[in-house]
């Protein structure tokens, strides 16, 4: 039986708010793509396997905490995985040092089995906003 997928989230968040750096590299696909839109002021638009996603949770984990509400699972596509979309709230060292604390977002993941392939946390407009104020560009 397959993985429930809003699980799999769940646990990926409990990781993070534990700030288990290798509970929450678990949970990714050794070739998973982890994506920030729009990237954040001097980083990647994109990290690409295991050791770029390690290189982005070492960055971000330092007073790192989400809350994350409205999982749904959005579908499944034979060849592609599961789709699940979520809102989160977001703090961190990283993120109060580009002026926003916390920072809101839609997230999504995109799953094969009990692992996550694709990533993405959109930053809302009003966070983007925020950052603005603050000086940072994105």
């Not at 989230?9 to 070739?31: P, Q, R, S």
């Not at 390690?54 to 330092?62: A, C, E, I, K, T």
């Not at 592609?80 to 809102?87: M, P, S």
Request: hydrophobic share 40%.
């Amino acid at each position: 039986m397959a993985e429930d997928p809003v699980r799999v989230i769940k646990d990926l968040d409990a990781a993070w708010n534990a700030h288990d750096e290798e509970g929450v590299l678990t949970l990714f696909t050794d070739d998973a793509v982890v994506k920030i839109d729009p990237a954040l002021p001097g980083e990647p638009k994109a990290y690409t396997g295991k050791e770029e996603i390690r290189d982005f949770v070492q960055r971000h984990l330092p007073g790192f905490e989400v809350a994350s509400r409205d999982h749904q699972a959005a579908g499944h596509q034979e060849g592609v995985g599961d789709r699940v979309i979520w809102e989160s709230c977001v703090s961190s060292e990283r993120l109060r040092g580009l002026g926003v604390d916390p920072a809101e977002c839609m997230a999504e993941a995109i799953l094969k089995g009990s692992k996550i392939e694709f990533f993405t946390l959109s930053l809302s407009q009003e966070t983007l906003a925020e950052m603005r104020e603050a000086g940072s560009s994105t």
